[in-house]
Structures are given as C-alpha cells and as structure tokens.
C-alpha cells in the first residue's frame, strides 16, 4: 500500500487573493522573500504538492509546507512577517503624517523653509528623528532647483527640427551651434591665491580689479567638435555679421550651412535677415524661447568658463584673448574620415576690434556682485 504522507489542508484561492498574490510577485518594490512566497502559495493552489514546488522554486521542502499552512489559517495577511523581538516603536503614525503633511504644505514663522530644529520645536520629537522621516519620504526643505517652463507655441516642432539635425544632418552639409558668450571679464585679485595644500583647498580673495570684457563668437560642429570662434569687444549685430562672414569663408563652398542658434535679438536684426538672404546656402534653426540647453555649444562654454575662466587671473584683456581663444578648440586635432561632409576647418582668429580696452574698474572698495568670473550678464 502505497504511503500517503500527512494529510494537507485543501489550498484554494478567490479571485482576488489570487490577483493580489500575483501582483506580489511580479512587482518589482516587493521584497524578495514576499515574492517567493507568493509563488509558493500560486503554485500550491495549483494543486502541484510541496516537494514538486520545493523544486521548481529552489526552497526546502519545509518551507513550502510552512507557508502553505501559514496560507490556509490566516490568509493573505499570514504571508508577512512576524513582529520581531524588541523595543516597540514610540513614534506613531500619525505623527509621521503630522511631520510629512507640515513639510510639504506650511512653512515656519519667520522663515521660508523648515530645518530639522524648527520642525523639532514645532513636533516634540527629536531632530534625528525629524531627519529619518525626511529620509525615508526623500524631502529636501534645505534644497530648492530652478526651472522655467518654454512658452514657444512651437516648441515641439523646434525640438524635433534641431534634435534631427544632430542626430541625422544633411548631405553634403555641416550643422553648426552658434552662440556667444558675451562679457568675459579679464579680473585680477587684490592678492596672489593661496596654493592648495593637504587638507587645505586653494583660497582667492573675493575683491578683484576688472580690466576690461571681451565676448567669444563659437560656432561648434556637432558631428566632431571642431570650432569656428572669433573674439570680439562687443556682441552687436555687425559683430555677428563679422562671424558670420567667417564662417562663410572657412566652410567650403559646396557645403550647405545649417545654423542652430538662439532667440537673441542679435540673431534676428535686420542686417543679419538681410546677409543671410544674400548667401542662400545658409539655413537658421532657432532653439525654442527660453530653451537654449539644447545648443550644444552652451557645453563648450561651459568648459571654457569652469576650466579656464573661473581661477583665472588676467592683468589686461589681451592675456584673456589667449585664454578663451585656447579654450574655444577642444577635442582632437583631425577631424573624422569622410564618412560625412567635410567639416569646417578649425579657427580662432581674433578681430580687429578687439585690442581696445575698457579701464580697469577696482571693486575692492565699493559694491560688486563677488567673484563671478566668465558668467554671462555679470557687469
């Protein structure tokens, strides 16, 4: 007579424990052992007996028998785990929701946002306390970003039109992203830097002479990073009509030209409508209004200003010139082979405008807005 084993209690499940158990299991927030669990339970309704499941799922046989059990007396909420031995907690729920809801929708008398104290002041609990919760629900009060939405009724469009040209341009064409960085200050401290030292960074005066400003005209090839650049006093349109006929000469003349630029009233003065209608082998894209992270040539200035301009220390504005005109030719010396149109060769000429020189301006002694150096609209 074949041996039967112990008797099992009957394993059936309702719709909607069914459901749930499914979710558990495939969800992706559930903890592991809730996930093997549940297929335990779904495999064992199946009507499959516990050494064939214990298999299927790599698990001890005693544990598919244990779950199993754990299943049939209390359900679903006999899947979760057992309070653990220990200090219960002395921090209620409704506390917890106290501190998240006062977070998010109030602030503090007198301040714009809560620190750990004034919540503390304002709860009776503690400020460790006071910073798990704000862990747990990932809340920042200290913290705020900025943002600004684009009102471009076409901004799609836009988008799509100058994301099409980096990422598939033209034949016998070269896309260029053309911008300036204006007002580059040539600053020198009051004082020579301190040198960085072990446990020490290097330390700058906050009070600098301003010895005049120059404006970097880049044009950036996105397909290899070469650069047409010019540097310039002023950034008026008649500059960049100066940077413009530049371009025109060091792109070859079989080549179309398509300019992805910005919304600056410069781009679109009459002058420049007027020269770009005159040489019909170059094609404007504008970024959309207030979008201009999309012109990949705000990356190079972003280099040039963080590499070379923020430490930097310039007496006059001819060492500056140097300076933006080396960091306006990143990437490598040869452009890639002719898998694509000829690139534009690399430039950084300077006008013939540029070498007059503001005065120097000395802040050290009245009001000044620190130590920004190489920021756009800094005065």
Request: hydrophobic share 35%.
């Amino acid at each position: 007579m074949a041996r039967t084993g112990r008797p099992k209690a009957e394993l059936v499940l309702t719709g909607e424990e069914r459901e749930q158990l499914v979710r558990w299991s495939r969800r992706r927030k559930s903890s592991q052992a809730l996930a093997l669990r549940s297929r335990l339970v779904l495999a064992c309704a199946d009507g499959v007996d516990n050494k064939t499941v214990a298999a299927q799922l790599g698990c001890a046989q005693v544990t598919v028998g244990k779950w199993r059990a754990r299943f049939v007396e209390h359900r679903l909420d006999g899947l979760a785990d057992d309070d653990r031995p220990g200090r219960p907690t002395s921090i209620t729920v409704d506390q917890i929701e106290d501190v998240v809801v006062a977070t998010l929708e109030s602030t503090p008398a007198n301040a714009t946002h809560w620190s750990r104290a004034k919540m503390a002041e304002r709860t009776g609990l503690s400020k460790s306390t006071i910073g798990r919760i704000w862990k747990s629900f990932e809340l920042k009060p200290h913290r705020a970003d900025g943002f600004k939405l684009s009102n471009d009724p076409l901004f799609i469009e836009k988008v799509h039109d100058v994301v099409g040209l980096y990422l598939d341009p033209p034949e016998t064409a070269v896309v260029l992203s053309v911008d300036e960085k204006s007002q580059i200050q040539a600053l020198a401290r009051s004082q020579p830097a301190f040198p960085m030292m072990p446990g020490m960074p290097e330390k700058r005066t906050h009070d600098y002479a301003r010895h005049g400003t120059t404006s970097l005209f880049a044009a950036l090839n996105v397909a290899d990073g070469t650069v047409i650049s010019s540097l310039h006093r002023r950034h008026r349109a008649i500059e960049f009509k100066k940077f413009l006929t530049k371009i025109d000469t060091e792109v070859p003349e079989h080549l179309d030209v398509h300019l992805i630029c910005d919304n600056y009233g410069t781009h679109k003065s009459p002058s420049v409508v007027k020269w770009l209608q005159a040489h019909p082998r170059f094609h404007v894209h504008f970024t959309p209004t207030y979008s201009s992270w999309i012109n990949q040539v705000e990356r190079l200035f972003a280099y040039v200003t963080a590499d070379l301009l923020q430490r930097s220390d310039h007496r006059s504005v001819k060492p500056l010139k140097l300076t933006s005109a080396t960091g306006s030719k990143p990437g490598t010396t040869t452009p890639s082979p002719s898998s694509g149109p000829r690139p534009p060769n690399r430039s950084s000429a300077h006008s013939h405008d540029f070498s007059n020189e503001l005065p120097a301006q000395d802040t050290s002694a009245a009001s000044h807005n620190g130590p920004w150096v190489g920021l756009r609209g800094v005065p």
